[in-house]
């Protein structure tokens, strides 16, 4: 797979425009987004994984395959993070995903060791108001024993049934569990996603 960071974005104007599918990343701060962009491209450092949650201000944007694009949205729900900037992010997040024409899908990405919060909630909301195709992921199973990877599992079916009926992708970025199964419900989106009159 090739992967090319294209551009940290400070607007949604500056995204390109150009037919390709957009594939979204969304999540709490610390929740896991970069590892498993890492994982998902096997690019080590492609997105930048800190210790200190808020650290994705901007829209980054990656070419996968030169089919395609990544755009890691900044992470939501850090309370240090001052109110001003919080909200500054929450508008980039926003104006994101209503304008995008290209957008296909949302991976929605949650810890599979916390509980479905206020925060991820009003984002499954807002997406399937705005009939955004969802996909559910929870990460760092590996930090699980496989018997309370299935009790996280049956609490996250439940919590996520009104907006993923499918369920969610049970996914690590340290075993790779998950990472193909998660690529080919991209893929799939990508190839659903309508494309542009040809010249």
């Given at each position: 797979?090739?992967?090319?960071?294209v551009?940290?974005?400070?607007?949604?104007?500056?995204v390109?425009?150009?037919?390709?599918?957009?594939?979204?990343?969304?999540?709490?701060?610390?929740?896991?987004?970069?590892?498993?962009?890492?994982a998902?491209?096997?690019?080590?450092?492609?997105?930048h994984?800190?210790?200190?949650?808020?650290?994705?201000?901007?829209?980054?944007?990656?070419?996968?395959n030169?089919?395609?694009y990544?755009?890691?949205?900044p992470?939501?729900?850090?309370?240090k993070?001052?109110r001003?900037?919080r909200e500054?992010?929450?508008?980039?997040?926003t104006a994101?995903?209503?304008?995008?024409?290209?957008?296909?899908?949302?991976?929605a990405?949650?810890?599979?060791?916390?509980?479905?919060?206020?925060?991820?909630e009003?984002?499954?909301?807002?997406?399937?108001a705005?009939?955004?195709?969802?996909?559910a992921?929870?990460?760092?199973?590996d930090?699980?024993?496989?018997?309370?990877?299935?009790?996280?599992?049956?609490?996250?079916?439940?919590?996520?049934?009104?907006?993923?009926?499918?369920?969610?992708v049970?996914?690590?970025?340290?075993?790779?569990?998950?990472?193909?199964?998660?690529?080919?419900?991209?893929?799939?989106?990508?190839?659903?996603?309508?494309?542009?009159?040809?010249?």
């Open positions: 797979m090739s992967a090319d960071f551009i940290s974005a400070a607007k949604p104007a500056q390109p425009r150009d037919g390709l599918p957009q594939v979204a990343f969304a999540g709490r701060s610390n929740v896991g987004k970069s590892s498993l962009l890492n998902l491209t096997g690019r080590k450092r492609l997105a994984v800190s210790g200190t949650p808020g650290r994705t201000r901007l829209l980054n944007v990656y070419r996968i030169n089919a395609m990544f755009v890691d949205l992470g939501y729900g850090f309370a993070a001052p001003a900037m500054q992010w929450g508008r980039l997040i994101y995903l209503r304008t995008s024409p290209d957008l296909c899908a949302v991976v990405i949650f810890d599979i060791r916390r509980e479905l919060s206020g925060d991820d009003d984002l499954l909301h807002w997406l399937a705005h009939r955004i195709p969802i996909m992921v929870l990460t760092k199973a930090k699980l024993s496989r018997m309370r990877q299935q009790v996280a599992l049956r609490y996250w079916a439940g919590a996520l049934a009104p907006w993923s009926p499918a369920g969610p049970l996914f690590s970025a340290t075993t790779r569990t998950g990472r193909d199964e998660l690529l080919g419900l991209i893929a799939e989106a990508a190839a659903r996603a309508p494309r542009p009159p040809q010249e």
